[in-house]
C-alpha cells in the first residue's frame, strides 16, 4: 500500500459513495440511479466538500496566485486602485480562504516610507525586492486611503469581484495573493477529484449522508449523523465548552500540525482613527 504524498489526492467522489451508503444502511433509494440527481449521494458528497472546504484549511487546496502588477492606469476601466479579483487567482479558479497580498518593494522604496528590512529578511530578497504583507480593512475604513494619490499600498478589502488598494499607487507594483481555491468538480461528478486529506474521508462522507438522510426523510438518523459529526447540542451551543465533542473536533489541520513545536510571533501594530 502506498504512502500519501503531501497535498496529493487519493480518491475521487465515486470511491466514496460505498461510505455514504453505509450510513445509511445500505437503502436502495440511496442511489446514484436516482433520476433526482439531487437525491444521489455524488451530489450530496459534492455539497459535503463545499461546507468543509470553505470552512476549514486544506493543503490540497491552497496555491500561490500569479504575480500581477498594480499601477496608475491599471486597474478595472483605468483605476488607479480596483483590481478584478481574477487578476491575482489562476485562471478559471476562484477562493475561499486567502493570505494577505504580498507587495514587493526595492529596498530604497521600503526606505522612503520608513520601512527598513532587518538582516534576515534580506536575505529572503529575490532580485533586489523584498515582500510586504497588506493589511485589511473594511470598505468603510479604507474609503480615505483610496483617494490619495502616489503612495504605497499597504492596505486591502475586497468588495465584490474588486480588490482595493490603499493609498493609492503611485508608480507599478507587483502583488501575489496566496490562496486557498475553491474546491472544483468535473461535469461527471462521479470522477470528480476529492481535494481533502485521507483522515477526512469519513466526514466528508458523514457529510453526505446527512444530508441524504433529511432528504429521504429519516429525520433521526441524520440528526445522530450530525452530532457525531459535530457534537451534542450543548457541544455546539457553548462553542465547545460543555458538551460531548463530534469527530472533527479530534482531528488537526495541517498548519496546526506544522506549528505545534514553534514559537508563535506577535506583529505590534496601531490603527489610525
Given at each position: 500500500?502506498?504512502?500519501?504524498?503531501?497535498?496529493?489526492?487519493?480518491?475521487?467522489?465515486?470511491?466514496?459513495?460505498?461510505?455514504?451508503?453505509?450510513?445509511?444502511?445500505?437503502?436502495?433509494?440511496?442511489?446514484?440511479?436516482?433520476?433526482?440527481?439531487?437525491?444521489?449521494?455524488?451530489?450530496?458528497?459534492?455539497?459535503?466538500?463545499?461546507?468543509?472546504?470553505?470552512?476549514?484549511?486544506?493543503?490540497?487546496?491552497?496555491?500561490?496566485?500569479?504575480?500581477a502588477t498594480i499601477g496608475p492606469g491599471l486597474g478595472s476601466q483605468g483605476s488607479n486602485w480596483s483590481?478584478?479579483?481574477?487578476?491575482?487567482?489562476?485562471?478559471?479558479?476562484?477562493?475561499?480562504?486567502?493570505?494577505?497580498?504580498?507587495?514587493?518593494?526595492?529596498?530604497?522604496?521600503a526606505q522612503q516610507v520608513g520601512l527598513s528590512p532587518a538582516p534576515p529578511l534580506a536575505l529572503l530578497?529575490?532580485?533586489?525586492?523584498?515582500?510586504?504583507?497588506?493589511?485589511?480593512?473594511?470598505?468603510?475604513?479604507?474609503?480615505?486611503?483610496?483617494?490619495?494619490?502616489?503612495?504605497?499600498?499597504?492596505?486591502?478589502?475586497?468588495?465584490?469581484?474588486?480588490?482595493?488598494?490603499?493609498?493609492?499607487?503611485?508608480?507599478?507594483?507587483?502583488?501575489?495573493?496566496?490562496?486557498?481555491?475553491?474546491?472544483?468538480?468535473?461535469?461527471?461528478?462521479?470522477?470528480?477529484?476529492?481535494?481533502?486529506?485521507?483522515?477526512?474521508?469519513?466526514?466528508?462522507?458523514?457529510?453526505?449522508?446527512?444530508?441524504?438522510?433529511?432528504?429521504?426523510?429519516?429525520?433521526?438518523?441524520?440528526?445522530?449523523?450530525?452530532?457525531?459529526?459535530?457534537?451534542?447540542?450543548?457541544?455546539?451551543?457553548?462553542?465547545?465548552?460543555?458538551?460531548?465533542?463530534?469527530?472533527?473536533?479530534?482531528?488537526?489541520?495541517?498548519?496546526?500540525?506544522?506549528?505545534?513545536?514553534?514559537?508563535?510571533?506577535?506583529?505590534?501594530?496601531?490603527?489610525?482613527?
Amino acid at each position: 500500500m502506498s504512502v500519501q504524498q503531501p497535498a496529493s489526492v487519493t480518491i475521487t467522489i465515486g470511491g466514496l459513495i460505498n461510505k455514504v451508503a453505509a450510513y445509511l444502511q445500505n437503502r436502495q433509494d440511496a442511489s446514484e440511479s436516482q433520476t433526482n440527481p439531487e437525491m444521489r449521494p455524488s451530489t450530496n458528497l459534492r455539497d459535503s466538500l463545499r461546507e468543509l472546504t470553505q470552512k476549514y484549511v486544506f493543503e490540497e487546496l491552497r496555491k500561490p496566485g500569479p504575480l500581477a502588477t498594480i499601477g496608475p492606469g491599471l486597474g478595472s476601466q483605468g483605476s488607479n486602485w480596483s483590481y478584478p479579483i481574477s487578476m491575482f487567482l489562476n485562471a478559471g479558479e476562484d477562493y475561499t480562504k486567502m493570505e494577505d497580498p504580498v507587495i514587493f518593494l526595492t529596498p530604497q522604496q521600503a526606505q522612503q516610507v520608513g520601512l527598513s528590512p532587518a538582516p534576515p529578511l534580506a536575505l529572503l530578497t529575490t532580485s533586489n525586492l523584498v515582500g510586504y504583507s497588506m493589511n485589511y480593512l473594511t470598505p468603510k475604513a479604507i474609503q480615505p486611503d483610496l483617494f490619495i494619490p502616489g503612495g504605497v499600498p499597504f492596505q486591502y478589502t475586497r468588495f465584490g469581484n474588486q480588490f482595493w488598494f490603499g493609498s493609492q499607487p503611485g508608480q507599478n507594483y507587483n502583488v501575489y495573493v496566496p490562496y486557498q481555491q475553491r474546491h472544483p468538480f468535473s461535469s461527471n461528478l462521479v470522477d470528480s477529484k476529492v481535494y481533502v486529506p485521507e483522515d477526512w474521508f469519513e466526514i466528508v462522507s458523514m457529510g453526505a449522508a446527512e444530508r441524504l438522510a433529511y432528504k429521504l426523510r429519516w429525520n433521526d438518523q441524520a440528526v445522530s449523523l450530525h452530532q457525531a459529526m459535530w457534537g451534542d447540542p450543548d457541544y455546539e451551543k457553548s462553542g465547545g465548552e460543555e458538551g460531548r465533542p463530534g469527530l472533527i473536533a479530534a482531528l488537526t489541520l495541517q498548519p496546526e500540525r506544522d506549528r505545534r513545536l514553534s514559537p508563535v510571533m506577535i506583529t505590534v501594530g496601531a490603527s489610525r482613527y
